[in-house]
C-alpha cells in the first residue's frame, strides 16, 4: 500500500515576516467583510435566468454594480432595484473584482411620484443616464449623489409643464457642468468687461470659453473661432444660469426668470458646453427623445 505523507506548509520563524503575514491576513479578512452603502439605482440587467445586475449610484463609492442571485420573481428584495429607488445595501465587495455580491437591501425611498406621469419618468431617466456617463467606479462623489437625490426627490413633488420641466432639467446640467470643474464665466462680456445687467439685447454665447460677448464685440474678436459661438441667448436667461450654478437645485422652480423660449436658449448652450468641456458628452443622450417641451 502506498501511504501519501504530507507536510504542512513550513512557517516562517522570522518574527517580521510573521508579523507581516498576520497583517496581510487581517487586510484580506476586512476588504472581504460585508458593507453598507446609501445606493441610488440607476439601472438593472437581466443576467442569465434569476440573476440580475444593478448599477447603482453610491454615497459613499461612487457608481457601483452588484449581482443580485435569484432576484427574478422574487420577494427577497421587495422593489429595492427598481430605477431611482434609494435603498441601504449590505453586499460583499472583493478586492479587484468589478462585480459585488449585494446580500440584502433595506428601503430608504421609492420615489414613487417619478411613476405618476411620462413627463416625470422621462425626465428622471435623463438623470440617470447623465449619471451612468459621468459617475467613475468605486471613486466617493457625495456632492453628485445629493444633486441627483435632491434632483429625484424634486421631480417627484413637482407638477410639470413643458416650462417647468426645461428648468428642472437646465438646473441639473448646470450643476453637473459645475460638478465637472468647469465654472461659466457670465457675469460680464469676455471682451469689454461690460457687466450682464447692463447689457440691452441678446448676446453671443462662447462655448470653448464658456463665456459670451455682446453684440459690441462680436465684430472686433474676429480671432475668436467660429465654431466658438452658439447661438444668441436674451440677459435674463443668462441670469438664471448664473442662479442655476449657485443655488440648490430645489429653489430653482421658485425663482427662474426667463420665458420658455429663454430656457430653451439656455439648454441649448448647456448641451454643447457639456458636449465640449466632459468626455462622453458629445454624443446626445438617448433618453432625451423621450422629453416632449412643446
Given at each position: 500500500?502506498?501511504?501519501?505523507?504530507?507536510?504542512?506548509?513550513?512557517?516562517?520563524?522570522?518574527?517580521?515576516?510573521?508579523?507581516?503575514?498576520?497583517?496581510?491576513?487581517?487586510?484580506?479578512?476586512?476588504?472581504?467583510?460585508?458593507?453598507?452603502?446609501?445606493?441610488?439605482?440607476?439601472?438593472?440587467?437581466?443576467?442569465?435566468?434569476?440573476?440580475?445586475?444593478?448599477?447603482?449610484?453610491?454615497?459613499?463609492?461612487?457608481?457601483?454594480s452588484a449581482i443580485t442571485k435569484n432576484s427574478i420573481q422574487?420577494?427577497?428584495?421587495?422593489?429595492?432595484?427598481?430605477?431611482?429607488?434609494?435603498?441601504?445595501?449590505?453586499?460583499?465587495?472583493?478586492?479587484?473584482?468589478?462585480?459585488?455580491?449585494?446580500?440584502?437591501?433595506?428601503?430608504?425611498?421609492?420615489?414613487?411620484?417619478?411613476?405618476?406621469?411620462?413627463?416625470?419618468?422621462?425626465?428622471?431617466?435623463?438623470?440617470?443616464?447623465?449619471?451612468?456617463?459621468?459617475?467613475?467606479?468605486?471613486?466617493?462623489?457625495?456632492?453628485?449623489?445629493?444633486?441627483?437625490?435632491?434632483?429625484l426627490d424634486l421631480v417627484e413633488k413637482t407638477e410639470l409643464?413643458?416650462?417647468?420641466?426645461?428648468?428642472?432639467?437646465?438646473?441639473?446640467?448646470?450643476?453637473?457642468?459645475?460638478?465637472?470643474?468647469?465654472?461659466p464665466s457670465l457675469t460680464c462680456c469676455k471682451n469689454c468687461?461690460?457687466?450682464?445687467?447692463?447689457?440691452?439685447?441678446?448676446?453671443?454665447?462662447?462655448?470653448?470659453?464658456?463665456?459670451?460677448?455682446?453684440?459690441?464685440?462680436?465684430?472686433?474678436?474676429?480671432?475668436?473661432?467660429?465654431?466658438?459661438?452658439?447661438?444668441?441667448?436674451?440677459?435674463?436667461?443668462?441670469?438664471?444660469?448664473?442662479?442655476?450654478?449657485?443655488?440648490?437645485?430645489?429653489?430653482?422652480?421658485?425663482?427662474?426668470?426667463?420665458?420658455?423660449?429663454?430656457?430653451?436658449?439656455?439648454?441649448?448652450?448647456?448641451?454643447?458646453?457639456?458636449?465640449?468641456?466632459?468626455?462622453?458628452?458629445?454624443?446626445?443622450?438617448?433618453?432625451?427623445?423621450?422629453?416632449?417641451?412643446?
Amino acid at each position: 500500500m502506498n501511504i501519501a505523507f504530507y507536510r504542512k506548509k513550513k512557517q516562517p520563524s522570522d518574527p517580521l515576516s510573521i508579523v507581516y503575514n498576520k497583517i496581510v491576513e487581517t487586510q484580506v479578512r476586512s476588504k472581504n467583510q460585508l458593507q453598507t452603502d446609501l445606493v441610488i439605482v440607476l439601472k438593472a440587467v437581466r443576467y442569465q435566468e434569476r440573476n440580475q445586475i444593478i448599477t447603482g449610484l453610491s454615497q459613499h463609492n461612487g457608481l457601483i454594480s452588484a449581482i443580485t442571485k435569484n432576484s427574478i420573481q422574487s420577494r427577497r428584495f421587495g422593489g429595492t432595484l427598481e430605477p431611482f429607488v434609494a435603498s441601504e445595501w449590505t453586499y460583499l465587495a472583493k478586492p479587484g473584482r468589478d462585480l459585488w455580491r449585494l446580500d440584502q437591501t433595506s428601503l430608504r425611498s421609492e420615489f414613487k411620484g417619478i411613476r405618476t406621469s411620462f413627463e416625470k419618468l422621462s425626465l428622471a431617466s435623463v438623470f440617470n443616464e447623465i449619471i451612468l456617463k459621468i459617475a467613475q467606479p468605486e471613486q466617493p462623489t457625495p456632492q453628485l449623489f445629493q444633486l441627483h437625490a435632491n434632483a429625484l426627490d424634486l421631480v417627484e413633488k413637482t407638477e410639470l409643464d413643458s416650462q417647468t420641466l426645461l428648468v428642472i432639467l437646465n438646473a441639473y446640467l448646470a450643476k453637473i457642468l459645475h460638478w465637472s470643474g468647469t465654472q461659466p464665466s457670465l457675469t460680464c462680456c469676455k471682451n469689454c468687461q461690460t457687466s450682464l445687467t447692463e447689457i440691452q439685447g441678446n448676446v453671443l454665447c462662447l462655448v470653448e470659453d464658456a463665456g459670451w460677448l455682446c453684440q459690441n464685440c462680436r465684430s472686433t474678436e474676429m480671432h475668436i473661432k467660429e465654431r466658438n459661438f452658439v447661438h444668441s441667448i436674451e440677459p435674463i436667461a443668462l441670469a438664471d444660469f448664473m442662479f442655476y450654478l449657485s443655488h440648490p437645485i430645489k429653489q430653482s422652480i421658485h425663482l427662474f426668470q426667463s420665458s420658455k423660449a429663454g430656457q430653451e436658449q439656455i439648454l441649448g448652450f448647456l448641451k454643447r458646453l457639456l458636449g465640449y468641456h466632459i468626455p462622453g458628452f458629445n454624443e446626445e443622450l438617448k433618453s432625451f427623445r423621450f422629453l416632449n417641451f412643446s
